[in-house]
Nanobody, 112 residues
Framework: QVQLVESGGGLVQAGGSLRLSCAAS????????MAWYRQAPGTKRDLVAS???????NYADSVKGRFTISRENAKKTVYLQMNSLKPEDTAVYYC??????WGQGTQVTVSS
């Protein structure tokens, strides 16, 4: 079965932390770039962070210094560690891979 399954979302106060996980199946995970996107109500889906097969990372300016993307190839899992969360980080977060498409999304809500 080919899919992406996210977990780890929830409700947190401003300044708090969350770690999102995305487990992949159906691809050679270690050879693939993985990414996290987010979409707030009424807005388009935007790239948050990506990580290549070699471990190179890229971040949206709005999350640089606060979020960290990482991968664990043995578990076929990509993570998004989110620190110093702000209310404007509230969104549905999606895992993405160009072969598998989108995960189902996980809600992150940051209260002020």
């Amino acid at each position: 079965q080919v899919q992406l399954v996210e977990s780890g979302g929830g409700l947190v106060q401003a300044g708090g932390s969350l770690r999102l996980s995305c487990a992949a199946s159906g691809i050679i995970f270690s050879a693939n770039t993985m990414a996290w996107y987010r979409q707030a109500p009424g807005t388009k889906r935007d790239l948050v962070a990506s990580i290549t097969a070699s471990g190179s990372t890229n971040y949206a300016d709005s999350v640089k210094g606060r979020f960290t993307i990482s991968r664990e190839n043995a578990k076929k899992t990509v993570y998004l560690q989110m620190n110093s969360l702000k209310p404007e980080d509230t969104a549905v977060y999606y895992c993405y891979n160009w072969r598998l498409g989108w995960g189902q999304g996980t809600q992150v809500t940051v209260s002020s």
